[in-house]
């Protein structure tokens, strides 16, 4: 699973398809601009709640994490483009899961 960022247009897409930022949004909304990266604001907040929404599909998992996966991957990102891999995000999650199990 390929995560790409513009960062001129704020667009993110996995795998080709653009993140919908209205989802998260609708769980809670931190930035009605939509995404950022590379600090930890409200876009960047928004988006590391869009991702994880995305790659859960579950609201409860996304609310109770995005918040320390924005601080370990979302603001990290380069201040530009930018295409990662998923799989670190992805079995970050995995971890997390397995704490609450």
């Known amino acids: ?16 398809k653009i993140l919908d ?3 998260s949004q609708r769980l809670r909304n931190h930035s009605p601009d ?3 990266w590379n600090y930890g ?7 590391a709640l869009a991702i994880l929404l ?3 599909q579950d609201k409860f998992t996304a ?3 995005y918040q320390e996966f924005k ?3 979302i603001a990290t990102l380069p201040k530009a483009d930018f295409e990662y891999d998923s799989i670190d995000w992805i079995e970050w999650i995995e971890k997390k899961k397995e704490v609450v199990a």
Not at 6 to 16: A, L
Not at 41 to 47: C, I, K, R, T, V
Request: proline residues 8%.
């Open 54 to 56: 995305e790659l859960t």
């Open 1 to 16: 699973m390929i995560i790409k960022g513009n960062f001129k247009t704020r667009e993110v897409t996995i795998d080709g």
């Open 41 to 47: 604001g409200s876009g960047p907040a928004q988006l």
């Open 63 to 65: 609310l109770k994490w």
């Open 71 to 73: 601080w370990k991957f």
């Open 21 to 23: 930022p209205a989802p």
């Open 34 to 36: 939509g995404y950022n």
